[in-house]
């Protein structure tokens, strides 16, 4: 029913969302700005409120909004590098969806849930049995409703890792997003800043160490799955590995190109109509990221967006649409928190700049 529902206000909202924007020429790889953006009314107000609520964070901000109509912008450290955690699986659902429009595939074909495929987090997909047949529809829902991390490892196992890089690349800008890898991998290339036997860690080790409860219970039970000796570290927290590990580019990108790619997305410059409105109506129901900016944007807007979590990390990026009729207005918004270790205050944080956008009166525009 709320796929449905969100199906029905898509669906009004396309045709306007599929016109075409002057400024940008999308090319294989790359974006071509031809004029200039004009520059947003309400962009020092947003501003303004962007660097009050940094003041008082103890981590750092980022956020891109994007208005779809006037292609106003403003951005708020948002050309730095961001480790975008679980916004990455947006490219594999487009991926899967170009595939099904495509007739390569289709959404009630399955995949068989094998041992290797499970990795840690939130999902339905990590209490099936090994043997069990999943849909493609079954794995894409909760890969973006809920982050479903063993979904989203199927999917890329199904799609070819490459495939999914090589659509990323086409909706960004040259350099705008990095490689992405296999949630099971992100796991091991993080781990593996304490010690490279971590690359050999499958994703029910993972789920295992995820059980631990705090840095030194994990650290611990980590030395002991791979017989280490204390010294044998190369670094002594998690903290340390997890901030080599975002220094890399896996899974990293600008907030302003991952905006590239959610405009292209809302535009219809990826999917056919059709498509565009059932990934859009899914990515409307995800429900992992109630606390962040759609608490804040309010009820009278619609988020059709994807969410992520990791280590001294939070974001939030969708397509936000206020009003319905011909003419409703929509933002494409991406926020991102850093250095924050709880994930509550993260949240909070983002809810403020969902607030701060619709006070600063980006809708209204």
Known sequence: ????????????ALPTLAQAQPGWMVQPGWMTQVEAWPEPAWG???????????????????VHVRDLDTGARLGWRDEASWYLASL??????IELMARVEAGEM????????????????????????PGTALTLRQLLEPMLTVSDNTATDMLIRHLGLEA???????????GGLGPITTLVDVR????????????????????????????A???????????????????????EAFRRYYASDLNSGRLDAFADLLEALARGRVLGPGTTAELLA????????????????????????????????????????????DQPRRLVIVACVRGELDLARNERMLAAVGRAVREAGAFAE
């Not at 999914?164 to 040259?174: D, E, H, I, M």
């Open 1 to 12: 029913m709320a796929v449905a529902r969100a199906l029905l206000w898509l669906a009004l």
């Open 44 to 62: 020092e107000r947003l501003e303004a409120r962007l660097a009050l609520l940094e003041a008082g964070f103890s981590g750092e901000l980022g």
């Open 88 to 93: 990455v699986k947006v490219p594999v659902a």
């Open 106 to 129: 289709a959404l009630h074909e399955r995949l068989t849930l094998v041992s290797s495929d499970y990795v840690d987090g939130a999902g339905p997909t990590n209490w099936a049995e």
């Open 164 to 174: 999914v890089n090589q659509r990323a690349r086409q909706l960004t800008p040259r």
């Open 188 to 215: 091991r290339h993080a781990y593996a800043n304490l010690h490279p036997d971590a690359f050999a860690l499958g994703g029910m080790d993972f789920i295992e160490l995820s059980k631990r409860e705090g840095d």
């Open 217 to 239: 219970e994990r650290l611990e039970w980590l030395r002991r799955r791979l017989d280490l000796d204390p010294y044998d570290l190369h670094v002594s927290s998690l903290d």
């Open 282 to 325: 899914i990515m409307a129901t995800t429900t992992s990221g109630e606390r962040r900016l759609k608490a804040g944007l309010g009820r009278d807007v619609r988020l059709a967006h994807k969410t992520g979590t990791q280590h001294r990390l939070a974001c939030d990026a969708g397509i936000a649409t206020r009003g319905n009729g």
